[in-house]
């Protein structure tokens, strides 16, 4: 079975530009979060999709978003690019709410 | 705040021997936690994770102990291989709602063959 699988696997980009992140889960998975991780700390909380609907949300300002699809693929959308935007994106897909969070090898973005 | 609180920062233990790793929570009502693994450019995969109403959990040379009253859990390697070398996290959630996870900051591991 394949796993969580996001793409782009890096991405550099300038500041003040848009990114968007993709992230398909698990097959039969329905529930898609995302996390950043700053290199030497452990993964931050962004958000929450289950059922294609948000979930839960942490605290990161609003040019973050996300949309989860009907097929429960995810998407992060990250605007006005900042240089300390620059972290490991992750993405864990569930199949549920609660437990058993499986995560993808992560989306490396660099903004310059 | 940190909510979740690692300890030690860095482990350096020889082939053979047992790794221990600390993990202090604040919220109480956290009901889910789990360690995470995780090698240079990939994920965090999942170890093994535990529930506040056992005390301890095994699986393989991985061990949670989970000390409700004290608000701490410790995972413990047993025969330590130079493969284990990694990062390890520990985190808490509060399952149901939206259970996202709280992750400590982390620690190294490293094992000298």
């Known amino acids: 079975d394949a796993g969580v699988t996001q793409s782009p696997t890096h991405l550099i980009k300038t500041r003040g530009q848009q990114v968007t992140l993709r992230c398909s889960p698990i097959s039969g998975h329905k529930s898609v979060s995302w996390y950043q991780q700053v290199l030497g700390q452990g993964p931050q909380f962004i958000f929450q999709y289950y059922e294609k609907e948000e979930r839960g949300r942490g605290n990161f300002p609003d040019r973050f978003s996300a949309r989860q699809f009907p097929n429960y693929s995810s998407e992060l959308n990250v605007n006005a690019l900042l240089l300390g935007d620059s972290a490991l994106y992750l993405c864990?897909?569930?199949?549920?709410?609660?437990?058993?969070?499986?995560f993808g090898s992560g989306t490396r973005l660099t903004v310059v | 705040q940190q909510q979740v609180k690692q300890s030690p920062q860095s482990l350096i233990v020889q082939k053979g021997g047992i790794s221990i790793i600390n993990c202090a929570y604040e919220n109480t009502a956290f009901d889910y936690f789990p360690w995470y693994q995780q090698f240079p450019g990939k994920g965090p995969a999942l170890l093994i994770a535990i529930r506040p109403d056992v005390s301890e959990k095994k699986e393989g040379r991985f061990t949670i102990s989970f000390n409700k009253s004290a608000k701490q859990f410790s995972l413990h390697i047993m025969d330590s291989q130079p493969g284990d070398s990694a990062t390890y996290f520990c985190?808490?959630?509060?399952?149901?709602?939206?259970?996202?996870?709280?992750f400590g900051k982390g620690i190294t591991l490293s094992v000298r063959p």
């Open positions: 985190a808490a959630a509060v399952t149901g709602a939206n259970s996202k996870l709280t």
């Open positions: 864990a897909s569930s199949p549920d709410r609660n437990y058993g969070y499986t």
